[in-house]
């Protein structure tokens, strides 16, 4: 068998033959584990919707709605509606975003929340998935409860030298309460946006 001749034309014609078969071989791969990702991307989806919610008998991932950009799962149990559950976010985080799941009661109370997907900074931000700051949450209703961290005039215990990222938990959970309350409690009297309130607070701080 004559050998190739080294020349341009024929590395040329090398590189894109190995091209075409790294794309196949990727493409092969991705054909394979498409099923198995989608899959356990679903299992956790189910699990995280479940942690959130009290008891219910429907499907609630079945059932979802997206909503400007928030994706809710109403579950019912006997007919009934049981809550809401809300995969929320915020681009205020320290790294920049990070998801929650968050679970709402009919009267807009929170009934839990978790944290989905984050990247804030190990042994600080990562703190937030601890039980000592995320069950402080449970059963407060952002209607009458200042979802805000005690800095800023709320109520919310920040995590040590992670204020940034107690924040943006606290803007997650209002940007889904809001658009919660708008979709699903239109006659309720909800605050625009958590900045608002640290306005609204600045501004008592100085008529005081």
Known sequence: MAKLESNLKNMVLSLVLISMGMSAALGYVYVLTKGPIEKANKEKEVEAVKMVLPDFDNDPVKDMKEIDGLFFYPASKGGQTVGYAVNTFTDKAFSGKFTLMVG?????????????????????????????????????????????????????????????????????????????????????????????????????????
């Open 104 to 208: 709402f009661l009919p009267d807009g109370t929170i009934n839990k929340s978790m944290v989905l997907d984050q990247k804030e900074t190990p042994g600080l931000g990562t703190k937030m998935k601890e039980p000592k700051f995320y069950k402080q949450f449970e059963g407060k209703n952002p209607a009458i409860f200042k979802m805000m961290v005690k800095k800023d005039g709320g109520e919310v215990d920040a995590i040590s030298a992670a204020t940034i990222s107690s924040r943006a938990y606290c803007d997650a959970i209002n940007k889904a309460y809001q658009l919660f309350m708008k979709e699903f409690k239109k006659d309720a009297q909800i605050v625009k946006d958590s900045t608002s309130l640290v306005n609204v607070n600045e501004t008592n701080k100085k008529e005081d």
